[in-house]
């Protein structure tokens, strides 16, 4: 099954300080086809200023192609024109329009969801996705840069089968999404999650 990653941005994307941002980390781990980027103004106006997101895609299909690596994603830019994405009644609707949009474009495909870019409130949004989707999704959380420790590990991911949850659930998920484990793989048993997630695995 191929994978497609839907996305939003921030500041530290597609690059920051020499380092991946998630966007990328996520990228080049997982190599989904398909990336579906969703943007606040603030972020579409320094795409536009730029184009750091276009010549960093150029710049990774050219690498890939001069190294023999077949790896040529495509990238849909959606810029939801949102002014203040500090508010998350604002970016609830267009975000999960974008989404619905992306998975019915990809009925065969398993979403990747990256937790790990743009504001507060998007990053919560795209968790309540991770937990309560009727897609294929997995989400993704990627360390941040200054932990040297995880720079070779592949980032954290969380996959559920679920059913309506609480948003008093969602954030308790969202805590056990972020939380880290000291071996290279943890699995939580069903008695410590609500009754109605089926399973969750997070990779380390």
Not at 161 to 174: D, N
Not at 176 to 183: M, S
Request: contains cysteine; aromatic residues 6%; charged residues 20%.
């Amino acid at each position: 099954m191929d994978d497609i990653l839907f996305t939003c941005a921030g500041t530290s994307d597609p690059v920051r300080g020499n380092r991946d941002g998630g966007i990328l980390h996520i990228m080049r781990y997982y190599h989904p086809k398909r990336v579906y980027l969703f943007l606040s103004q603030q972020i579409a106006d320094l795409e536009a200023q730029d184009h750091r997101f276009e010549k960093t895609f150029q710049h990774m299909q050219e690498y890939c192609a001069a190294h023999g690596v077949v790896y040529q994603p495509e990238l849909i830019i959606h810029n939801s024109g949102l002014d203040d994405v500090s508010k998350i009644d604002l970016v609830e609707e267009p975000l999960l329009e974008y989404f619905t949009s992306a998975a019915v474009e990809n009925p065969n495909c398993r979403i990747l969801l990256n937790l790990s870019s743009g504001t507060p409130q998007m990053k919560t949004l795209m968790q309540f996705l991770a937990v309560d989707s009727p897609y294929h999704v997995l989400g993704v959380q990627v360390d941040g840069p200054q932990k040297k420790k995880g720079e070779k590990d592949p980032p954290r991911t969380i996959e559920c089968i679920t059913s309506t949850m609480s948003w008093k659930q969602i954030m308790m998920m969202s805590r056990i999404v972020c939380r880290k484990a000291n071996g290279a793989t943890e699995r939580l048993s069903r008695k410590c999650l609500p009754s109605n997630i089926s399973a969750i695995a997070i990779s380390c």
